[in-house]
């Protein structure tokens, strides 16, 4: 080792840290040039002064793997709320379908019900009429059996027979069926025999006793006061009518079972809704975090 490779060895820090002169960095690069010994040296001790960098670099992808992980499970959040969004907007727009499609339904029900109202309006009808003509005495004049008849041709597509029955003749079946006197009730007939008259397609009916009455449960009507009891019997071809009017008056569709779907949706619309939002309220914070 001579002179110059002993100079240069003492600058080779400065020079591997670049705090060295421009004269003694010309130096010692000329010198490294030619000289085998003072490069390898060179060299080493780069490989010393890397080693630190490299802890430092292992240091720093460990402080950054918290980070990694974080934006890991943002990512992960992200497509769960986007998700969620997607649930929450197909429960909107499946409830607003239904709920179209509800009040559409509901007002066809509605309609229906309006057209078969007629029924009650003519029980209301006929009895009122009846007993509007015979008023308050106890037989029946040959000018308010001509009304009768009037009575029973308006009604003769719907009517089987109307019978008049004296109410003291019949008063223990009166007071054994007390909702007769409140209102047109549908009842099993009474006895054909004891009524007064019976007014049939073909005028007044002599022979009461081959009349037979119907066994549909909703094809008799009848309807007392305290003089007279007014009794009516649907022909067969009305009786789906009568039917279907007694299911919609009675066993007929709630608003519940109209908008149980709607209300379903919607329901959970807001629930999934409430959910999207606080996801996406985290979203911001890890976001800035990670920023």
């Known amino acids: 080792m001579n002179d110059k490779c002993a100079i240069v060895r003492d600058l080779l820090p400065s020079y591997i840290d670049d705090i060295c002169s421009k004269e ?10 030619s000289c085998d010994s003072c490069r390898n040296i060179l060299n080493h001790m780069k490989s010393e002064v890397d ?9 720093r992808m460990k402080a950054k793997k918290p980070f990694k992980q974080l934006s890991e499970i943002f990512k992960s959040q992200k497509k769960l709320t986007f998700y969620v969004q997607s649930l929450a907007l197909i429960s909107l727009v499946l409830g607003i379908f239904f709920l179209t499609n509800s009040i559409a339904e509901m007002k066809e029900y509605k309609q229906e019900l309006r057209k078969y109202d ?32 009037h009575i029973f041709d308006k009604y ?7 019978s008049i029955f004296p109410a003291g003749e019949i008063e223990d079946w009166v007071e054994e069926n007390k909702s007769v006197e409140q209102e047109p009730t549908t009842i099993y007939p009474v006895d054909y025999q004891k ?10 009916i002599d022979r009461k006793e081959q009349i037979t009455p119907s066994d549909y449960d909703l094809g008799n009507v009848v ?3 305290d003089k007279w009891v007014v009794q009516y019997e649907y022909k067969d071809s009305y009786e789906s009518t009568i039917e279907r009017h007694h299911q919609l008056k009675y066993y007929g569709p709630s608003y519940w079972s109209f908008f149980q779907l709607p209300i379903l949706f919607f329901i959970i619309f807001i629930v999934v809704g409430i959910i999207w939002y606080y996801l996406n309220e985290e979203n911001s914070q890890l976001n ?3 920023d």
């Open 24 to 33: 003694s960095k010309q130096f010692v690069g000329e010198h490294l040039g």
């Open 288 to 290: 800035g975090l990670i």
């Open 195 to 204: 009524a007064m008259l019976v007014i049939g397609s073909d005028g007044f």
């Open 223 to 225: 309807m007392a006061n």
């Open 118 to 149: 007629v029924v009650d309006k003519e029980k209301e009808g006929i009895t009122t009429d009846v007993f509007h003509i015979l008023g308050s005495s106890n037989s029946v004049s040959k000018q308010e059996k001509e009304q009768l008849l």
């Open 51 to 59: 080693f630190p960098d490299e802890l430092n670099t292992k240091e």
């Open 156 to 162: 003769q597509d719907k009517l089987s027979y109307l």
